[in-house]
């Protein structure tokens, strides 16, 4: 069965009379949390926009625009999703680790750190796993070699893994689908993750399965958003999440089984580009301060670190007045950006800075400071307060009321939430219990 056609009954979207959090009758709940890349929660306002399968699940279930947190990038987000907490509590700040290379440039970021050093605060997987349920991932970050999932199809699926080779053992792969997998375009690659994570509901029925694509995020940095390209890649993301409820149905589980769907940041589009090493190399700066670009925002490094006093003054000088910067923040503004002060993480530089809209930040040093782009591209990375990186919010399934309001959600209140639905709690997380009943 398919959304083509109203959901039966018992089914995904039953309304249910008992209470939210109470143990399924018919085994033990099941939470799916799906992040589908860059989806910006402006774009549910489009009535045009064809997403058949979300556009159920609302109307079953409930959405709602989400904060994200500083930085809006991709695994500090995810991060913050699974913990319940900020990247100054769990050291996420890139897309991968931040690490001081002792060299030139002095940074570099590193996704390839097992999650038992990246990670720096609990996340629900560890308190689900440690409590006796099954977890697993598709394609989710800052999660390498987790000692606490069962079941891993990773970002970079190789016939190495166990869950791949299983796959392919039992005809749902092919040797030749993960033949140099990380290089394949992301429309194959998204399509795959979706093979996966429809063959662990069918075949594993975890208890917890986080599942993440990114075909859209893909497509909007290369054109931008709100275009074809991107309503193109919404409407297959559409359909992938449709084989995920179809698998469920499937596999007997609809009846308690809650979907949470969300993302980890909006989008906008930029026409410019800004090169703060370029203006740094002008000010005859560039061999003691470095700037990280993280698209609307870009972290500065000084090197070495205990010159940052006397850099800081000089770096804001070379900077003040650059066309399309509109902040540079210091230490002193980290706290209510939740971000962490460099004397006590060195994986953060001791400015920030903040493109203007139309602007995204370029870690090139050569040619003119600020220039046009030669096609409209997209970004993120611009500060959590701007509403168009607000992500999106979908509940439906097990334990969600129809029609339910909730206003603007954080995503550090989704692990409390999964937690809850689980029978679960995590302490450690700063969100809140979302009232979905």
């Known amino acids: 069965m398919t959304l083509h056609r109203p959901l039966s009954i018992p089914g995904l979207l039953l309304l249910l009379t008992a209470s939210v959090f109470c143990q399924s009758p018919n085994g033990r709940n099941k939470v799916i949390l799906i992040s589908l890349d860059g989806f910006p929660s402006y774009t549910l306002k489009d009535p045009k926009l064809p997403i058949p399968t979300l556009r159920k699940l609302i109307a079953a279930g409930t959405s709602a625009p989400m904060l994200g947190i500083n930085p809006t990038v991709t695994w500090p987000n995810h991060t913050a999703m699974v ?47 440690r409590a006796g349920r099954t977890t697993a991932h598709v394609d989710w970050v800052a999660i390498e ?115 949470l769907i969300v993302s980890d940041h909006g989008f906008k589009a930029y026409t410019k580009q800004i090169k703060p090493n370029a203006a740094l190399k002008a000010a005859g700066l560039d061999k003691q301060v470095f700037v990280l670009p993280e698209g609307g925002t870009a972290f500065v490094y000084m090197e070495p670190i205990s010159d940052a006093a006397k850099l800081v003054p000089l770096v804001r000088k070379a900077l003040e007045g650059v066309e399309g910067i509109d902040r540079i923040a210091g230490v002193e503004d980290y706290p209510a950006l939740g971000l962490p002060n460099p004397d006590k993480d060195p994986q953060f530089g001791h400015l920030l800075l903040a493109a203007k809209d139309g602007y995204s930040f370029s870690g090139a040093t050569g040619g003119p400071v600020t220039a046009e782009v030669p096609q409209q591209g997209g970004s993120h990375g611009y500060l959590a307060s701007e509403s168009d990186m607000n992500p999106v919010f979908i509940a439906s399934g097990y334990g969600v009321r129809k029609g339910v309001q909730l206003g603007t959600v954080s995503n550090i209140d989704i692990a409390p939430t999964i937690a809850k639905l689980l029978g679960l709690t995590i302490p450690s997380a700063k969100g809140k219990v979302l009232p979905l009943q």
Not at 201 to 218: A, C, E, M, V, Y
Request: proline share 5%; aromatic share 8%.
């Open 145 to 259: 070699k987790a000692p606490t999932i069962t079941w891993a199809f990773r970002e970079w699926a190789g016939l190495d893994g166990p869950l791949e080779q299983e796959m392919v053992k039992n005809g749902a792969l092919t040797a030749d689908d993960l033949e140099s997998f990380s290089r394949a375009n992301i429309v194959f690659r998204d399509q795959i993750w979706t093979k996966a994570g429809a063959y662990l509901i069918r075949k594993h029925q975890p208890d917890l399965l986080l599942f993440h694509l990114l075909t859209g995020d893909s497509e909007q940095h290369a054109y931008g958003p709100d275009t074809l390209a991107a309503r193109t890649a919404f409407a297959f993301l559409d359909s992938c999440v449709e084989k995920l409820v179809a698998a469920v149905e499937n596999a007997g589980m609809a009846d308690r089984t809650t979907f």
């Open 83 to 129: 913990t319940g907490v900020r990247a100054d509590e769990h050291g996420l700040l890139a897309n991968g680790t931040i690490k001081r290379t002792g060299t030139w440039p002095p940074v570099k970021v590193d996704p390839m750190v097992v999650k038992e050093q990246m990670v720096k605060a609990p996340t629900i997987y560890d308190v689900a796993h």
